[in-house]
């Protein structure tokens, strides 16, 4: 009796069980990274106006979507500590952090660009508030 068969049907059967574990780990991953970058654009993308839809939308997803990163998490308890006691310089500093923290978990080197890069789009459109996280609607 030949013994070759069974070996070869276990041996296609465990790679083909072990490709599809392997590929759905790195499609979470990429997925869970994909998420976090989106909301971390849509935050840096509308700083422009920190009482919008848009830009508080993304500042209400962040639990949700860094859930697995502590230190974001921390950030943004601070921050919104700091929004609903009204304290304005406090406020931008906690922002700040927060924003820093984002891109620390997603890979961007926060020091690549000075503090003041972080509050101060590079254009505020016509009827928006100028920018101050304590005017937030987070």
Not at 75 to 101: E, M, R, T, Y
Request: hydrophobic letters at 40%; one cysteine or more.
């Amino acid at each position: 009796m030949n013994l070759d068969w069974p070996v070869a049907l276990v041996s296609s059967l465990s790679s083909g069980l072990l490709g599809v574990v392997v590929s759905t780990i790195y499609y979470r991953r990429h997925e869970r990274r994909r998420a976090k970058l989106d909301t971390l654009t849509r935050l840096i993308g509308f700083r422009f106006d920190l009482r919008g839809r848009e830009f508080s939308r993304a500042l209400n997803e962040i639990f949700v979507v860094f859930h697995d990163s502590p230190k974001v998490l921390r950030a943004l308890q601070d921050f919104h500590q700091v929004i609903v006691s009204s304290q304005g310089q406090l406020a931008n500093d906690k922002l700040i952090s927060l924003l820093k923290a984002m891109c620390r978990d997603v890979g961007i080197d926060p020091a690549s660009v000075n503090d003041s890069f972080y509050l101060q789009p590079f254009n505020v459109e016509p009827g928006s508030a100028a920018p101050q996280a304590g005017d937030s609607a987070g």
